[in-house]
């Protein structure tokens, strides 16, 4: 509901691992950082934001299918074949196939997941210092009931998604 849209490409230069390496949602906050920096070091890496005005602008499927065209597009070196989380289908100049869950699936989707989530908190972090009333830190700007009672008193900020729901009908009810 707010927020940026964050999106990652990863080519593994290195694929023995220390660090878990899985579904970013799968890893705990301090497991997940880890798992960050390891793939920094071994990876070629690429990471796409996507301000939240844009969001609005494209909606939520074109914004991402951006973002991760961005994403793959700025690698300094070119995949010889790409893998995609989800079914978004990308105009790249690249081959390559969708997997369905395939940050579970796939390491190079995983650690991309990985970037994309560290960095998308990182952001997150900062908003809340910006904007502590929505607690920004703590729900990394997804539903839930602190937030939208936030959004209630406050209104939306600056970085809120206003044509996602509820914050579209929460606007209105102001």
Do not use: W
């Not at 997940?32 to 494209?58: P, T």
């Amino acid at each position: 509901m707010a927020g940026p849209l964050v999106a990652a490409a990863v080519i593994i230069g290195d694929f023995r691992f220390k660090n878990r390496i899985d579904d970013s949602k799968k890893l705990t906050p301090k497991s997940r950082l880890a798992a960050y920096e390891e793939i920094i070091e071994k990876s070629s890496y690429s990471i796409s934001v996507i301000a939240e005005d844009v969001i609005d602008r494209l909606n939520v499927y074109n914004a991402t299918r951006r973002a991760m065209e961005e994403a793959v597009n700025n690698l300094k070196t070119a995949p010889d074949y790409i893998l995609i989380d989800g079914t978004i289908k990308l105009s790249i100049a690249y081959n390559g196939e969708s997997i369905k869950r395939g940050d579970g699936r796939s390491l190079s989707i995983a650690c991309a997941s990985i970037l994309a989530k560290v960095t998308r908190d990182r952001i997150m972090d900062g908003l809340h210092n910006r904007y502590p009333q929505y607690g920004f830190k703590h729900n990394r700007g997804y539903g839930t009931a602190f937030h939208f009672k936030a959004i209630r008193r406050y209104g939306p900020s600056p970085i809120h998604r206003v044509t996602f729901e509820p914050v579209k009908s929460l606007i209105k009810e102001s």
